[in-house]
């Protein structure tokens, strides 16, 4: 493996004149989590005593490729073995937060660590050390499906590749489901590939135990994703994240992203208050169209459970690969869900075929 050129904040960071003084003044907030000799993280207290505690002195940091707003995930070396390293950062000047993004940590980790299955990310280990807390995952290297899709041409994913990518995350879920735990924020930017194009669903940091869970506050970033129920800070279910598989899916034939011209606002206002989706095109499958207007359907009873979604694609793939043609012949016995799109958010080449 090749070095992987350790971040070193007082030489690098401010050598790169690129850098405008914004990004350059964020990148050296990091820098107090991050030593120069080495990429090795360093921090006060005792050693933890947790099983899953990390021998720090055994990883190395090295360049980032992911960041939230208030973690930053880097590409490491632990133990001898590539991973991911999310490091997250405590706040010294507002205590709430900080004892909020403490208690985040805390449960991700108590997940991560029940999870045991192909297509949800592996745990490797944490630190909890102040001012840093980090959790170290396999590496996926290849990137999110989001990225992956971003240089793929629109429409352009061959139906084989959408059901085996869109059975896989379904069976991740389903597996999170049958453990009692939701995801609360699926979407393409957390699911990670390996080269092979295997499917990995990743980030727990909202995730919760489903008789824990009550209603989400205050959570901006993934509108896009996001069903009316969890938008409007209402009670919400496992059902959420079968509405965001819904968009996902959507995003897999399409290679777009949803509301691609509207800012997050936007699209929450569009999609809780207008009953607007993503368009579904002529062009699309009637199998698929009616699958996936059955996950965002607004009533989140009428949804339907991961086992049966699990199921229907299984369905879908085998009369796939026996017939080629079964797309173009499948009729849905059920009629669509009627949903309303406004102006700003028809896709761009609506009119290709998938």
């Not at 840093?132 to 139906?159: D, W």
Request: aromatic share 10%; hydrophobic share 40%.
């Amino acid at each position: 493996m090749k070095s992987l050129g350790c971040f070193k904040p007082n030489s690098s960071v401010s050598a790169q004149r690129s850098l405008s003084l914004k990004e350059y003044r964020k990148a050296l907030s990091w820098s107090k989590y991050l030593v120069a000799s080495g990429g090795e993280i360093r921090g006060g207290g005792e050693e933890e005593e947790e099983e899953w505690s990390a021998d720090m002195s055994r990883l190395l940091i090295g360049s980032k490729f992911a960041m939230g707003r208030h973690s930053r995930v880097y590409h490491g070396v632990y133990k001898e073995r590539e991973v991911a390293v999310k490091l997250i950062s405590q706040p010294e000047e507002d205590e709430a937060l900080a004892a909020s993004l403490e208690q985040q940590f805390n449960l991700e980790v108590a997940l991560l660590l029940r999870l045991r299955h192909p297509n949800i990310i592996r745990f490797v280990a944490a630190c909890k050390k102040p001012p840093v807390f980090c959790i170290i995952t396999e590496y996926m290297a290849g990137g999110s499906l989001r990225k992956y899709l971003h240089n793929q041409e629109p429409y352009s994913l061959p139906l084989k590749l959408v059901l085996r990518l869109a059975l896989d995350i379904a069976h991740g879920m389903n597996y999170l489901h049958s453990e009692g735990i939701l995801h609360r924020d699926l979407k393409s930017e957390n699911i990670l590939l390996g080269e092979d194009l295997s499917v990995k669903v990743a980030d727990f940091g909202i995730s919760c135990l489903e008789s824990q869970c009550g209603s989400r506050k205050g959570f901006t970033s993934t509108y896009r994703w996001m069903a009316p129920e969890m938008i409007k800070e209402k009670h919400h279910t496992r059902k959420v994240d079968v509405y965001s598989f819904g968009v996902v899916l959507w995003e897999l034939l399409t290679a777009l992203i949803p509301f691609h011209d509207m800012n997050p606002e936007q699209a929450a206002f569009a999609v809780a208050q207008k009953n607007a989706r993503p368009p579904l095109p002529a062009s699309f499958p009637a199998a698929l169209s009616h699958l996936i207007s059955q996950c965002w359907v607004t009533n989140p009873d009428k949804r339907p459970q991961f086992e049966e979604i699990v199921s229907i694609l299984e369905s879908y793939k085998e009369s796939y690969e026996e017939d080629p043609s079964f797309f173009s012949s499948y009729k849905p016995i059920q009629q669509l869900p009627r949903h309303h799109c406004l102006p700003r958010c028809i896709a761009l080449h609506e009119s290709a075929s998938p």
